[in-house]
């Protein structure tokens, strides 16, 4: 009945932010349990089965590319999130904000079967004040014959209620064209969008290694909100702080600045907010303790930037902690942990004292010159050629697969595309990234390279 829902994999290679053609994001919130996964994952034409999530297993992603009716959108995603009953009032307010921040139109999920709850007119509150568009989405509708319950929800003040089966698609068509819309109507507020000229950066690292106070000893007294810029979005939880004489915009510091940590829903909440963070930046600040051993949550941070696509500069905090001992520590870490960012920067440095500090700017600069390199075709040619010739690929099956023709595709960061005879086994690709990286130095980007092979 529902015409085909066709979405992309997300951020396939990193891509990601607001594409050229996208028409705006959509957030889907709403209280747990009324369906918005599986609303998710039905207009990503994903299967419902990502639903059963074991609890307390946090999904890492929060914005994803879709498509319906040939506009391209930004969906973000609030589901797969959990609360204690005690704190479910404040813990939907912020997840209810981060999400509505990031967004241009609010598809607000209520459960059909329900019926109007205390929460769904907190969230209702909330988003009143936030005063984006919303749309009132009734689900788990699952026959026609069902639809009279969907009135109720007309109480709710935000106009008319749309009802659905997310489970099985009825009326999600119908939602979608609603959607996109209001999207093409409503005024771009999300957070994707930001002002230009001033380089974007994202401090993120798990709770504790250090981040407000980093924040605190870049800012000194010299905060000004965004708000006062003219030009720039109006959102206050971003500021501008001038590192080192330049000004750069240090994305969602009310994130790092408080703390509500208390909440079973607290790691997908503080992950949620970092993605998003990452999402709207160019470059990632990624602290660390140094003084204390690098835990798995650690390395995840630094992969979603990195996955992301981001340029990254690695901080490690809390160096007046460091002893001799610690310091060997960190060295044998940076060979085996920390093997797949060896082309990062690293700045170790002390928020409290302020030691090193002076050391960051360059580091940002250089990353974000990494990020936005481009190799002429004509220079990358005839530098690959040369390393083919001194190093060739080993032969395969008596055949030797041999670099054609090689293109920078895009920046930001720099994909490379290798024309080839034939399969180019991982290591010597490696080979190739450590050699461009060596030749070109491309410090602090990620770098991607793919093969095509033409007989
Ligand atoms: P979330 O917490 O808001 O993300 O909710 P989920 O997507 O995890 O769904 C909560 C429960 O409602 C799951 O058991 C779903 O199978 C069920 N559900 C979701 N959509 C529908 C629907 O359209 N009809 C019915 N009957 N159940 C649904
Ligand atoms: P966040 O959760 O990442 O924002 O971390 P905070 O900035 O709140 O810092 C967590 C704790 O580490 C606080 O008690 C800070 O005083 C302390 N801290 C932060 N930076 C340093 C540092 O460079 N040296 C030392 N010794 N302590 C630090």
Do not use: C
């Not at 369906?35 to 994903?46: A, H, Y």
């Not at 919303?134 to 026609?144: A, C, G, L």
């Not at 980007?445 to 093969?451: A, F, N």
């Amino acid at each position: 009945e529902d015409r085909q829902l066709v979405a992309s994999p997300t951020r396939m290679g990193g891509q990601s932010g607001t594409g050229p053609k996208a028409v705006g994001v959509l957030a889907v919130v709403g209280r747990p349990n009324v369906g918005k996964s599986t609303l998710v994952n039905r207009i990503l034409g994903r299967r419902v089965a990502v639903v059963e999530d074991t609890p307390g297993v946090t999904r890492d992603r929060v914005s994803y590319d879709a498509e319906w009716a040939g506009n391209d959108f930004k969906l973000v995603d609030t589901g797969g999130w959990e609360a204690d009953v005690e704190g479910i009032e404040s813990a939907i307010a912020d997840q209810a904000q981060v999400a509505v921040r990031l967004s241009d139109v609010v598809i607000l999920v209520v459960d059909g079967q329900v019926g109007v709850t205390a929460t769904d007119e907190h969230i209702v509150r909330m988003l009143r004040e936030a005063g984006k568009p919303v749309i009132v989405t009734v689900n788990k509708i699952d026959d026609y014959s069902g639809e009279y319950m969907a009135a109720e929800f007309w109480k709710l003040g935000l106009g008319e209620p749309h009802p659905v089966s997310a489970m099985h698609g009825h009326g999600v068509g119908d939602l979608l064209d609603v959607a996109l819309e209001t999207l093409k109507k409503a005024e771009r507020t999300s957070g994707f969008l930001t002002p230009d000229g001033l380089r974007r950066v994202a401090l993120v690292g798990r709770p504790n290694v250090g981040k407000s106070s980093l924040l605190n000893e870049l800012a000194h007294e010299e905060r000004s909100v965004v708000n006062d810029l003219a030009g720039t979005t109006r959102d206050p939880v971003d500021e501008v702080i001038a590192v080192d004489g330049e000004q750069w915009l240090f994305i969602d510091t009310a994130g790092i600045k408080r703390r509500v940590h208390k909440l079973s829903g607290a790691e997908y909440y503080s992950s949620l907010r970092t993605e998003a963070a990452i999402e709207r930046s160019e470059l990632a600040l990624i602290l660390f303790d140094a003084s204390q051993p690098i835990s798995d949550q650690d390395l995840k941070v630094m992969s979603q930037a990195v996955d992301a696509g981001r340029a990254i500069v690695l901080v490690f905090n809390k160096w007046d902690l460091m002893d001799e001992f610690d310091r060997q520590r960190l060295e044998r870490l940076w060979q085996t942990e920390f093997e797949r960012v060896t082309w990062a920067r690293r700045v170790n440095l002390s928020a409290l004292t302020g030691w090193h500090t002076n050391r960051l700017a360059e580091a940002m600069r250089e990353a974000l010159d990494s990020w936005d390199q481009r190799i002429p075709t004509g220079k990358l040619n005839s530098f690959l050629g040369t390393l083919q010739s001194a190093h060739p690929h080993p032969l395969r099956g008596g055949k030797q697969p041999r670099i054609l023709f090689a293109t920078q595709a895009s920046t930001r960061p720099p994909r490379f595309v290798i024309f080839a005879t034939g399969f180019l086994e991982h290591g010597y690709r490696r080979f190739i990234e450590r050699s461009l990286r060596e030749e070109f130095g491309f410090a602090g980007t990620p770098m991607q390279i793919s093969v095509h092979i033409r007989e």
